[in-house]
């Protein structure tokens, strides 16, 4: 055995492991689901804040990361109506379709496959890629996904929520140092010093608790599995050109980024829908939230299968 494929697979098997890991647990009812959700938001709202802030902080920004602002902004709203026009064209019964064929779960899947494989030195990278994704979630997906429950969406609620987001807190946070030019002074500081030394410790749960966080939660519901195939189908009908487009035309021939935008345009692209979808969903659509489920676990197992085949292709960033 070669050493790279070795090197792969010792970068490959943890994730794999914790995961199954996660469906173990589970099954020999280890924990139960209510102290897993609280896992998950101790995960969401402090490791993932604290690993996006020195991501943001430590990154060297570039003017042309517009571009790849604009892009990743265009893909959403692209698939979002695909979804539409899918939907009505194929008369298809599933009122959450649309919701299911944009979006892409980057917090709790997209920078822990990135970081376990690639290092979580390059997370930025990722995290560059999502910026205007958390925009169109917050104010295009969510409100959509508010209206429809509600009938109703306040765009003050919307805002508000998104600037209470601990996630967009961390980024806007090292962020705004970074661009301000004190990330040295942050880094020399003791004050500063002891805040990343504890955020770095913050940061190191963030890939075991998630894998065995999604390990737990894949459950796919057999009566919907003919549908939730059909959903997945058709957003990765939608994405696989689409992604094409962005890595080899936009990435490659006209920005010209280095390798790890590459890999991590890959990867964003390949992530399923956003897991908070069910959370807008009225509690009474059992029917729905049975389909949504399906489809988000039935999707990250197709995520986590091509990531690997897309990691041991290209396993150096």
């Known amino acids: 055995?070669?050493?790279?494929?070795?090197?792969?697979?010792?970068?490959?098997?943890?994730?794999?492991?914790?995961?199954?890991?996660?469906?173990?647990v589970r099954r020999v009812q280890l924990v139960g689901a209510k102290?897993?959700?609280?896992?998950?938001?101790?995960?969401?709202?402090?490791?993932?804040?604290?690993?996006?802030?020195?991501?943001?902080?430590?990154?060297?920004?570039?003017?042309?990361?517009?571009?790849?602002?604009l892009?990743?902004?265009?893909?959403?709203?692209?698939?979002?109506?695909?979804?539409?026009?899918?939907?009505?064209?194929?008369?298809?019964?599933?009122?959450?379709?649309?919701?299911?064929?944009?979006?892409?779960?980057?917090?709790?899947?997209?920078?822990?496959?990135f970081g376990a494989a690639y290092g979580m030195q390059y997370v930025g990278y990722i995290a560059v890629?999502?910026?205007?994704?958390?925009?169109?979630?917050?104010?295009?997906?969510?409100?959509?996904?508010?209206?429809?429950?509600?009938?109703?969406?306040?765009?003050?609620?919307?805002?508000?929520g998104f600037a209470r987001s601990p996630v967009i807190i961390g980024i806007l946070a090292g962020l705004l140092l970074n661009v301000a030019g004190l990330r040295q002074t942050v880094y020399t500081a003791p004050v500063g010093r002891a805040l990343l030394d504890s955020l770095q410790l913050l940061g190191a749960m963030l890939v075991p608790s998630i894998l065995l966080i999604i390990g737990y939660g894949l459950h796919i519901n057999l009566a919907n599995i003919r549908e939730a195939a059909v959903s997945v189908g058709l957003r990765l009908a939608a994405l696989i050109p689409i992604a094409l487009f962005s890595v080899l035309i936009v990435a490659r021939r006209w920005l010209m980024l280095p390798l790890p935008f590459e890999r991590a345009i890959v990867t964003f692209l390949l992530l399923p829908p956003p897991y908070i979808i069910p959370l807008f969903m009225k509690e009474s659509d059992g029917r729905g939230r049975q389909y949504v489920h399906s489809v988000l676990s039935l999707y990250t197992v197709i995520t986590v299968v091509l990531f690997i085949i897309y990691f041991v292709a290209n396993p150096t960033i």
């Open 129 to 160: 890629v999502d910026l205007s994704h958390e925009l169109f979630i917050w104010f295009v997906l969510v409100t959509l996904l508010i209206r429809k429950r509600d009938g109703a969406s306040s765009i003050a609620a919307t805002a508000a």
């Open 71 to 113: 892009t990743i902004l265009v893909v959403c709203v692209t698939l979002w109506y695909y979804g539409v026009f899918a939907r009505h064209a194929l008369r298809l019964p599933q009122d959450y379709f649309p919701f299911l064929t944009t979006g892409f779960e980057f917090g709790m899947l997209g920078i822990t496959l």
């Open 35 to 69: 102290t897993v959700e609280e896992l998950k938001k101790l995960v969401v709202n402090l490791a993932l804040p604290a690993v996006l802030f020195r991501a943001f902080l430590d990154m060297d920004l570039d003017w042309s990361y517009a571009w790849i602002f």
């Open 1 to 24: 055995m070669s050493q790279t494929v070795a090197s792969v697979i010792v970068r490959v098997a943890p994730i794999i492991l914790l995961m199954a890991a996660g469906i173990a």
